[in-house]
């Protein structure tokens, strides 16, 4: 399921109230985050497992995307200006960005230390109890984040934050695949643990690939999804006046979306109460819908 299939489309959330969900829950996965990170690979370095250290690895770059979700909620609720005159709603798609590429770089970095360690498993050791201890400990903790994060980005519908509680998640599965090497480890199957790494790995970099995808999509104007659309269209048609609809256009703006469309109305009405017509339904619009512009043109018919 995309970020975007996540989010329902009616119902809109005001951007203070989505700025200070983003704040509080992402200080929230920082302060999990800081914790567990420095358990981790402390843990992981006593008891000598690689995946341990690598999900530590993984969770501490989570700090990295928890600033950068922090970053850019602040600047995307900067009013607009002469240069930005549709404001700054693009640092959430530009932060999403980073975060994917992050997740890949991350993610790659596993992938050759945990290759290393399996084509030398001389060079595997033995793992600590502690390390088991530790890292279902971490999976407990990184799955109550994950939902708690979820719950309330769909609350105030911000696709930023359902990346950053996705994020949470692959740390969940990561956590779980780390369990199950070090379980292996233990039980006399040591490359269990490099294997472990390199999947978790293989996780982040799908992640981070998705994200980025996304967000490189809503950079390039994407237009939303077809139930959103609908929902506009009918909105519009609702407007009294209204006959039909027809060129109707949006494109992304962060969580926000522009519009633009054609309004078939009666065509012997005067110029003045066409554009009352016009009038009404942006406002319409811009009243039911995370719409910050609506560019209408009037076709009489």
């Known amino acids: 399921m995309s970020v975007q299939q996540q989010i329902k489309t009616r119902d809109a959330v005001s951007p203070e109230i989505r700025a200070r969900a983003a ?7 920082v302060a999990v985050n800081f914790i567990l990170s420095i358990g981790q690979i402390i843990i992981g370095i006593f008891s000598k497992s690689q995946g341990l250290i690598a999900d530590g690895i993984h969770t501490l770059s989570d700090l990295v995307a928890d600033f950068i979700v922090l970053f850019a909620n602040h600047h995307s609720r900067k009013d607009a200006d002469d240069d930005h005159p549709y404001g700054h709603h693009r640092f959430e798609n530009a932060a999403s960005l980073i975060l994917g590429l992050i997740l890949c770089a991350v993610g790659l970095g596993m992938l050759v ?4 360690k399996i084509l030398h498993p001389e060079d595997i050791p033995q793992v600590h109890n502690i390390a088991l201890y530790m890292a279902l400990v971490a999976l407990i903790c990184k799955e109550a984040l994950f939902r708690y994060m979820l719950a309330v980005a769909k609350k105030v519908k911000s696709s930023l934050l ?11 599965a990561s956590s779980l695949v780390v369990t199950v090497g070090i379980i292996g480890n233990l039980l006399g199957y040591p490359i269990l643990d490099p294997i472990a790494a390199l999947i978790v790995g293989l996780i982040i970099i799908k ?3 998705e994200f980025g995808w996304n967000s490189l999509n809503d950079l390039m104007d994407k237009a939303v999804n077809d139930e959103e659309l609908e929902a506009i269209r ?6 009294q006046g209204v006959l039909g609809v027809h060129q109707l256009r949006t494109r992304k703006m962060g969580d926000m979306i522009i519009v633009d469309a054609h309004l078939e109305v009666y065509g012997e009405l005067n110029v003045r109460e066409g554009h009352q017509i016009a009038v009404n339904a942006r406002n319409a619009v811009m009243d039911k819908h995370d719409v910050i512009d609506v560019v209408t043109h009037i076709d009489p018919v």
Do not use: P
């Open 23 to 29: 704040s509080k829950s992402t200080w929230v996965s």
């Open 207 to 209: 992640m981070g690939f």
């Open 234 to 239: 009918q909105t519009l048609l609702n407007t």
């Open 113 to 116: 230390s945990a290759t290393h």
């Open 162 to 172: 359902v990346a950053n509680a996705w994020h949470a998640r692959s740390d969940a």
